[in-house]
C-alpha cells in the first residue's frame, strides 16, 4: 500500500534560517507526491508535487523540495525561514486505488522563531 | 474564484442529535473529498465522489455516518446519531481530474464539531 511516513512531529528553526521538512514514501510503481501546508483554523493549501522530471521542485511562498529515489524520500526545503511559514505541513502520496485519492502524512509542526 | 465553502464553521449539538454538513465545491471539479481531523488519528479520508457517485467509502466508520452528493455543486456529510467521539474538524475538498490525473485537491476551511 502506499504510504508516507514523517519522522517529525515538530521542527523549530530561526527565522532566516534555512529550514527543512521531511518525509519518506512507500509506492508500488511511480511516485506522485505532494506537500500541503495547514495555517491555524484554516484548511490544507497545496505547496507543491512531483509527478517526474526534475528531482527538485518549485512550489509557493519560496518552498522546493527535492525528490530523492535511492533514499525513497521528498524532503520540503526552504533556504531563509520567515516566522509565516510557521504552520502544519504534510506530505501525501497518491493512493493505489485510484488516482486522486491522496495518502496523506501525519504532519510536521514547523515553528520559527523570530 | 471562490474556493471551497463549507458550512457551518462551527457546529455545538448534544449526543444523539442528527449532525449535517455541507459543501459546496469548487466549480467544474468533477472530484469531491470528505476527510475528518483529529489529534490522535490525524487526518483521515472518508469517503470521495466522482461525478456526484460514490467511489470509495471504506473510511466512513460507521453506519451513522452518510454522504450524498445530489448535484456537481452541493454535497452533505450527515451523522445520525451523534456521539462524543464524533467530535473533529471535518473538511470537504475538490479537484479536476485533468489529463496527467495529477491535479492538487483544494480544501475548505472546515466545520469544527463538538458533540457534548
Known amino acids: 500500500a502506499q504510504s508516507v511516513a514523517q519522522p517529525e512531529d515538530q521542527v523549530n528553526v530561526a527565522e532566516g534560517n534555512p529550514l527543512t521538512v521531511k518525509c519518506t514514501y512507500s509506492?508500488?510503481?511511480?511516485?506522485?507526491l505532494f506537500w500541503y501546508v495547514q495555517y491555524p483554523n484554516r484548511g490544507l493549501q497545496f505547496l507543491l508535487k512531483y509527478i517526474t522530471g526534475d528531482n527538485l521542485v518549485k512550489g509557493s511562498y519560496g518552498f522546493e523540495a527535492e525528490f530523492n529515489k535511492s533514499q525513497t524520500s521528498f524532503h520540503l526545503k526552504k533556504p531563509s525561514a520567515l516566522v509565516s511559514d510557521s504552520a502544519l505541513y504534510f506530505c501525501a502520496v497518491r493512493g493505489a486505488r485510484g488516482f486522486q485519492k491522496l495518502v496523506f502524512g501525519t504532519g510536521t509542526r514547523l515553528l520559527v522563531s523570530p | 474564484d471562490a474556493g471551497v465553502i463549507q458550512s457551518p464553521r462551527h457546529e455545538v449539538t448534544e449526543m444523539g442529535q442528527e449532525v449535517t454538513l455541507r459543501c459546496k465545491p469548487i466549480?467544474?471539479?468533477?472530484?469531491l473529498f470528505w476527510y475528518r481531523q483529529t489529534m490522535m488519528r490525524g487526518l483521515e479520508l472518508l469517503i470521495y465522489f466522482n461525478n456526484n457517485v460514490p467511489i470509495d467509502d471504506s473510511g466512513m466508520p460507521e453506519d451513522r455516518f452518510s454522504a450524498k452528493m445530489p448535484n456537481a455543486s452541493f454535497s452533505t456529510l450527515k451523522i445520525q446519531p451523534s456521539e462524543p467521539r464524533d467530535s473533529a474538524v471535518y473538511f470537504c475538498?475538490?479537484?479536476?481530474?485533468?489529463?496527467?490525473?495529477?491535479?492538487?485537491?483544494?480544501f475548505g476551511d472546515g466545520t469544527r464539531l463538538s458533540i457534548l
Open positions: 475538498a475538490s479537484s479536476l481530474d485533468g489529463r496527467g490525473r495529477n491535479k492538487p485537491q483544494h
Open positions: 466549480s467544474g471539479h468533477d472530484y
Open positions: 509506492v508500488s510503481g511511480n511516485p506522485y
